[in-house]
């Protein structure tokens, strides 16, 4: 696709979908990013965005301004929302109603998993996007490595401890989400990812034992885990939350702490992006260098 119209980036200053503009600039894109606070729109501008919209994904004729002239689409969707299908599937339709051409969505690997509602929750923006009309590129990433830096890192550098309310010793992929940015530009601004489906992984599955050890290596000083029982994780992480985020998390940990996060074939994002993928190891290293913005 030619990149003469911008590209709605959604989600610019998010912790995922900051990453997403300095590839498309890079590319010679036009990016208008889509922020909702000024906090978010400090960061999208710092990446490189000039153009700014402001919208909520709940006000319909501030997404369609946002919306207006775009011929490119990237939508990351708000996690835990009890209405994050509506919202995503209204924002598909309004951006086929605005003569989108071409929508990319950051959505997860095995959206089938109907027991995670952060995972069945994805499963019908995809179907609204597939039955759009518009060309289609569907994203599934796998557990995010930024999560670690975005939520845990801190914690971790004060306490010497990683605790998370899952199994320790189970194992799960992972994705740097620089990688699928990489992956949503080129989708964007190039023929060849328009109409499927990508899973996104690094290679192999680690452990919370596993990273640990990466973080002893790399900060040359031991970083321990435990397991948190989910209930106290709740109480502790999110005193105030809707009952429908704690009730997400124990979802997830019921899956987690059994399965693990099995996958971890990275045949997809080694193929389109030419080039082995990023570690977790890397990413770890990379983290206790670097003070942020990874
Ligand atoms: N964490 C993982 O390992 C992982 C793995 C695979 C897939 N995912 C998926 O990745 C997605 C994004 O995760 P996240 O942690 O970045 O979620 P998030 O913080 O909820 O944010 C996604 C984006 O939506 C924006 N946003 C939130 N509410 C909005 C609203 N009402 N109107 C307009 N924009 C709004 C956020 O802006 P602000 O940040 O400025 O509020 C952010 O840019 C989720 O759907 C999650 O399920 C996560």
Redesign the pocket.
Do not use: C, W, Y
């Given at each position: 696709m030619p990149v003469d119209k911008p590209i709605l980036v959604?989600?610019a200053?998010?912790?995922?979908?900051r990453f997403i503009a300095p590839q498309l600039i890079k590319r010679g894109a036009t990016v208008r990013g889509m922020?909702?606070?000024d906090?978010?729109e400090a960061i999208a501008r710092s990446t490189g965005v000039k153009d700014i919209a402001r919208?909520?994904?709940?006000d319909e004729s501030a997404v369609r301004r946002a919306l207006n002239g775009v011929g490119g689409v990237f939508y990351?969707?708000?996690?835990f929302l009890p209405d994050?299908a509506e919202i995503g599937v209204r924002f598909v339709q309004l951006a086929a109603e605005a003569g989108v051409d071409r929508f990319v969505l950051?959505?997860?690997?095995y959206p089938f998993i109907t027991d995670m509602r952060?995972h069945r929750s994805k499963l019908p923006v995809e179907l609204a996007l597939v039955k759009s009309g518009m060309d289609f590129t569907i994203l599934q990433?796998?557990?995010?490595m930024q999560?670690t830096g975005a939520f845990f890192w801190d914690r971790v550098l004060e306490t010497g401890e990683y605790v998370e309310p899952w199994a320790q010793d189970k194992k799960s992929c992972y994705v740097d989400y620089r990688d699928v940015a990489e992956v949503a530009a080129k989708a964007l601004t190039e023929d060849g990812l328009q109409n499927g489906t990508f899973e996104l992984t690094a290679a192999g599955t680690i452990s919370r034992n596993d990273i640990v050890a990466m973080m002893s290596e790399a900060l040359g000083r031991t970083i321990t885990t435990r397991t948190m029982r989910i209930a106290d994780w709740n109480a502790q992480n999110m005193p105030s939350d809707p009952p429908f985020l704690r009730e997400a998390f124990i979802d997830i940990d019921l899956f987690y702490s059994r399965y693990g996060f099995p996958g971890g074939n990275d045949l997809v994002l080694r193929t389109i992006l030419g080039r082995e993928p990023r570690t977790m190891r890397d990413y770890i290293r990379e983290l206790a260098t670097t003070s942020a913005g990874i």
């Open positions: 959604m989600g200053g998010g912790h995922f979908g922020v909702h606070h906090q978010a919208a909520d994904l709940r990351i969707p708000p996690k994050e950051s959505g997860v690997m952060n990433p796998t557990n995010i999560s």
